[in-house]
């Protein structure tokens, strides 16, 4: 009888089980297992291959930008000066066809020149600079058009005395107005001409003192061809230089005034009334303040030291009671027919104006002023600035001014006369630096203005800076007077 298994089901038909070699073969046992959400490897590779690259672009992308910013950057003060030479040795030409060098050698100094401007971030914003090694200064913010600064304890209250004794020293003149015909021989004589143009006090006019002669405009009567006639005759003495004997008679019948290029001065010194000045050499030789002056200066606006040190001397100004100013600006907007006035002689140019060229203004309080003697500026940050709708704010802008400053000693004000030209340089004229000196109406006041002197054309001033920061090789000393008087402040 046939064995079956009990656990199948029966293929014969009466009860009987199949058997075993009869039996079909048993089903395969499946695992049910669930798909893997985790990737191939392959596309794991790919993957990872194309975030290492994202990574890698983005790192060099930022080293791009790090390394464009770094060679892009400004350096301020006398550090820029130092380190033009390695600096410019990175910076390409505009034209990969222009062999600077060989075309242009003036091109490596206009390049080493740049006019960094500091950030006024926004009205009242404070920020520490550092002008002397022992202790830093704020600067804040007080207007934004133009851009103005007010840097409390510039100067300490001995530095200030020490200025307004030295330009007492030096004589202060009357702001009068003259006529274009006055013969000024009659106003100063020949040995008072000489020492305001020895600007080194040492008894010669060197041919550098001779071309930035027009930086000082207690010369400005001088016009372009009475300069030239001037440095004519220093070109043919074989000295090189111009004593007081050689300037009494190369300068004679030279002194009188050129009404065809003084009529822009004459609107600079009628804006004064009751008011004496005198101009203070910053540059070597001069009183230790008188540097320490130039070189806070320097360090304040970031720019190259020699900028600085070949602009105009130091202003000295003394209102009396009842003394103001119009209101003014600084500096003048480029004309065709005018010429820059501190290097119309070293540019040999022909026009018939000269016009001040004043990058920047650095106003210095010398003293606490008893009443008034506010400086105002009356269009600063007014948005809706139009000159008809204000009216001749020449005449009213201490009561219309929207900004007034008031005059505490050893206090600097800082503002620029002119925008940027979007390529590092001078550019048009702020109308917002318009600004003025309000009614003294008890007491003094006793201010002194830096100026920095800068031309339009780049080419030009450049030119005007390597011809005046020529040295002769046999320069006399100071004269014993001279020093004694600095030892004796």
Same mark, same amino acid.
Not at 183 to 212: A, K
Not at 337 to 349: M, V
Not at 381 to 399: F, I, K
Not at 402 to 419: C, E, Q, S
């Given at each position: 009888?046939?064995?079956?298994?009990?656990?199948?089901?029966?293929?014969?038909?009466?009860?009987?089980?199949?058997?075993?070699?009869?039996?079909?073969?048993?089903?395969?046992?499946?695992?049910?297992?669930?798909?893997?959400?985790?990737?191939?490897?392959?596309?794991?590779?790919?993957?990872?291959?194309?975030?290492?690259?994202?990574?890698?672009?983005?790192?060099?992308?930022?080293?791009?930008?790090?390394?464009?910013?770094?060679?892009?950057?400004?350096?301020?003060?006398?550090?820029?000066?130092?380190?033009?030479?390695?600096?410019?040795?990175?910076?390409?030409?505009?034209?990969?066809?222009?062999?600077?060098?060989?075309?242009?050698?003036?091109?490596?100094?206009?390049?080493?020149?740049?006019?960094?401007?500091?950030?006024?971030?926004?009205?009242?914003?404070?920020?520490?600079?550092?002008?002397?090694?022992?202790?830093?200064?704020?600067?804040?913010?007080?207007?934004?058009?133009?851009?103005?600064?007010?840097?409390?304890?510039?100067?300490?209250?001995?530095?200030?005395?020490?200025?307004?004794?030295?330009?007492?020293?030096?004589?202060?003149?009357?702001?009068?107005?003259?006529?274009?015909?006055?013969?000024?021989?009659?106003?100063?004589?020949?040995?008072?001409?000489?020492?305001?143009?020895?600007?080194?006090?040492?008894?010669?006019?060197?041919?550098? *003192? #001779?071309? &930035?002669?027009?930086? +000082?405009?207690? /010369?400005?009567? %001088? $016009?372009?061809?009475?300069? !030239? *006639? #001037?440095? &004519?005759?220093?070109? +043919?003495?074989? /000295?090189?230089? %111009? $004593?007081?004997?050689?300037? !009494?008679?190369?300068? &004679?019948?030279?002194?009188?005034?050129?009404?065809?290029?003084? $009529?822009?001065?004459?609107?600079?010194?009628?804006?004064?009334?009751?008011?004496?000045?005198?101009?203070?050499?910053?540059?070597?030789?001069?009183?230790?303040?008188?540097?320490?002056?130039?070189?806070?200066?320097?360090?304040?606006?970031?720019?190259?030291?020699?900028?600085?040190?070949?602009?105009?001397?130091?202003?000295?100004?003394?209102?009396?009671?009842?003394?103001?100013?119009?209101?003014?600006?600084?500096?003048?907007?480029?004309?065709?027919?005018?010429?820059?006035?501190?290097?119309?002689?070293?540019?040999?140019?022909?026009?018939?104006?000269?016009?001040?060229?004043?990058?920047?203004?650095?106003?210095?309080?010398?003293?606490?002023?008893?009443?008034?003697?506010?400086?105002?500026?009356?269009?600063?940050?007014?948005?809706?600035?139009?000159?008809?709708?204000?009216?001749?704010?020449?005449?009213?802008?201490?009561?219309?001014?929207?900004?007034?400053?008031?005059?505490?000693?050893?206090?600097?004000?800082?503002?620029?006369?002119?925008?940027?030209?979007?390529?590092?340089?001078?550019?048009?004229?702020?109308?917002?630096?318009?600004?003025?000196?309000?009614?003294?109406?008890?007491?003094?006041?006793?201010?002194?203005?830096?100026?920095?002197?800068?031309?339009?054309?780049?080419?030009?001033?450049?030119?005007?800076?390597?011809?005046?920061?020529?040295?002769?090789?046999?320069?006399?000393?100071?004269?014993?007077?001279?020093?004694?008087?600095?030892?004796?402040?």
């Amino acid at each position: 009888m046939m064995e079956c298994e009990e656990s199948f089901p029966s293929p014969c038909g009466d009860g009987l089980k199949t058997p075993l070699h009869l039996r079909p073969p048993p089903a395969p046992y499946r695992v049910n297992v669930q798909k893997s959400s985790v990737c191939s490897r392959a596309y794991f590779v790919v993957v990872m291959v194309f975030f290492h690259l994202y990574i890698i672009n983005v790192i060099a992308l930022l080293l791009y930008v790090h390394y464009n910013s770094a060679t892009g950057e400004v350096r301020s003060g006398e550090d820029s000066v130092r380190e033009t030479s390695s600096t410019n040795s990175h910076h390409p030409s505009p034209d990969p066809h222009h062999h600077p060098a060989a075309a242009d050698p003036d091109l490596n100094l206009r390049q080493s020149y740049r006019l960094p401007r500091l950030e006024g971030i926004r009205v009242g914003h404070v920020q520490r600079v550092s002008l002397v090694d022992d202790r830093t200064h704020e600067m804040r913010t007080l207007s934004l058009k133009p851009l103005l600064f007010e840097i409390p304890g510039f100067l300490s209250v001995e530095e200030s005395s020490v200025v307004m004794q030295l330009a007492q020293l030096q004589g202060l003149m009357q702001s009068s107005s003259m006529g274009p015909s006055d013969n000024l021989e009659e106003q100063l004589s020949q040995e008072e001409l000489f020492s305001l143009l020895d600007l080194n006090q040492d008894g010669l006019l060197q041919r550098e *003192e #001779i071309l &930035s002669m027009s930086r +000082s405009h207690d /010369a400005t009567w %001088l $016009s372009a061809h009475n300069l !030239r *006639e #001037i440095h &004519s005759g220093l070109e +043919s003495n074989p /000295a090189g230089v %111009l $004593s007081l004997q050689d300037f !009494r008679r190369v300068s &004679s019948g030279v002194f009188k005034r050129d009404s065809a290029g003084g $009529s822009d001065w004459d609107r600079w010194t009628q804006r004064r009334h009751k008011s004496t000045h005198t101009r203070l050499n910053l540059g070597n030789g001069a009183h230790r303040t008188l540097q320490n002056i130039r070189t806070r200066v320097t360090r304040l606006s970031r720019l190259p030291s020699s900028l600085v040190e070949l602009s105009e001397p130091l202003e000295v100004v003394r209102y009396e009671q009842g003394g103001y100013s119009h209101a003014h600006y600084d500096s003048s907007s480029t004309h065709p027919d005018a010429s820059c006035a501190h290097t119309h002689l070293s540019a040999n140019t022909s026009t018939p104006r000269q016009i001040p060229c004043r990058y920047m203004s650095v106003l210095l309080y010398l003293n606490a002023v008893e009443g008034g003697g506010e400086t105002s500026f009356p269009v600063a940050d007014n948005r809706t600035y139009e000159e008809e709708a204000l009216g001749d704010l020449t005449q009213q802008y201490c009561d219309k001014g929207n900004l007034k400053v008031k005059p505490a000693a050893g206090t600097a004000l800082l503002w620029y006369n002119h925008l940027s030209d979007g390529y590092g340089w001078m550019g048009e004229l702020d109308e917002y630096s318009l600004h003025g000196g309000c009614l003294v109406t008890r007491g003094s006041k006793w201010v002194g203005n830096v100026w920095v002197n800068v031309d339009p054309d780049q080419q030009r001033q450049a030119h005007y800076q390597r011809l005046v920061s020529w040295q002769p090789e046999s320069a006399n000393p100071p004269r014993s007077t001279h020093a004694d008087l600095h030892q004796d402040l």
